[in-house]
C-alpha cells in the first residue's frame, strides 16, 4: 500500500441503531456538511455560512432524549463508532395523510461516506421501524433539483405520488434565496 492510501470501510463495521442523546454533535455536523453540499443553491448562502454544527445538534438531542410520540424515530448510521448518517421519522403532517402514513422527515449521509451503502441501510432501517409503529406507508419529500437523491429513493422502491410543494425563504436583510420546489414520493411498507 502506498502513503496517501486509504483502506474502504470494511461492511462488517457499518451498522444502523437507534439515536443516543450522546449522537446529537455528531448529528448536528453530518446534517451540516450534507446540508452544505446538498442545498448550497437552495438554501440562503448566509444561512448556510453561519449555521455551525452545535446550532443543529441542540434539536437532534430534544429529537432522541424527547420524542413528540412513541411514533416517532431517529436512528444514526455508524461506521465503526463514528455516526455517519441520520434518519429521523414521523407521523406524516400532510393534510392528505392517513393515520397510517408515516414521513421520512430527514436522512442524511456525511458527503465523506456517502456510496458506502449508509444510506440503503438507514432507509431499510426507517421502513422497518415504520412498519413496527403501525405505519402501512412512507412518504418523503425532495427537492426536484436533487437528482441524486430522488434516483436513489425511486432505486428503493419510492415513487412519486403527484404531490409537490414550493418553499420559500428569506435571505440575510429580507434577500430572498430560490425558491425551491419539492416532489413526494411514497410507498407502501410491507405488513
Same mark, same amino acid.
Request: charged share 20%; hydrophobic share 50%; aromatic share 4%.
Given at each position: ?18 439515536? &443516543? ?28 455560512? &453561519? ?21 416517532? *424515530? ?6 465503526? *463508532? ?33 456510496? =458506502? ?21 412512507? &412518504? ?18 419510492? &415513487? ?26 411514497? =410507498?407502501?411498507?410491507? =405488513?
Amino acid at each position: 500500500m502506498e502513503t496517501g492510501d486509504v483502506l474502504a470501510p470494511n461492511a462488517a463495521d457499518a451498522s444502523v441503531r437507534p439515536a &443516543r442523546a450522546g449522537d446529537a454533535a455528531a448529528m448536528g455536523a453530518v446534517q451540516l456538511r450534507s446540508w452544505r453540499r446538498a442545498y448550497g443553491g437552495l438554501m440562503p448562502a448566509p444561512l448556510l455560512d &453561519r449555521l455551525e454544527a452545535a446550532d443543529l445538534a441542540a434539536p437532534w438531542h430534544a429529537a432522541v432524549t424527547a420524542p413528540p410520540s412513541p411514533r416517532h *424515530a431517529v436512528l444514526v448510521a455508524c461506521a465503526g *463508532a463514528v455516526v455517519v448518517g441520520l434518519a429521523a421519522l414521523a407521523p406524516s403532517a400532510d393534510p392528505d395523510a392517513a393515520g397510517t402514513d408515516a414521513e421520512l422527515v430527514a436522512l442524511e449521509v456525511d458527503p465523506v461516506h456517502q456510496r =458506502a451503502g449508509h444510506g440503503s441501510r438507514l432507509l431499510a432501517a426507517v421502513a422497518e421501524s415504520a412498519a413496527g409503529r403501525g405505519f402501512t406507508a412512507l &412518504r418523503v419529500w425532495s427537492p426536484t433539483t436533487d437528482g441524486a437523491r430522488l434516483a436513489f429513493l425511486t432505486s428503493a422502491g419510492l &415513487r412519486p405520488d403527484g404531490a409537490r410543494r414550493r418553499l420559500r425563504s428569506d435571505g440575510d436583510g429580507g434577500d430572498p434565496s430560490p425558491e425551491a420546489v419539492e416532489e413526494r414520493l411514497a =410507498a407502501a411498507l410491507p =405488513a
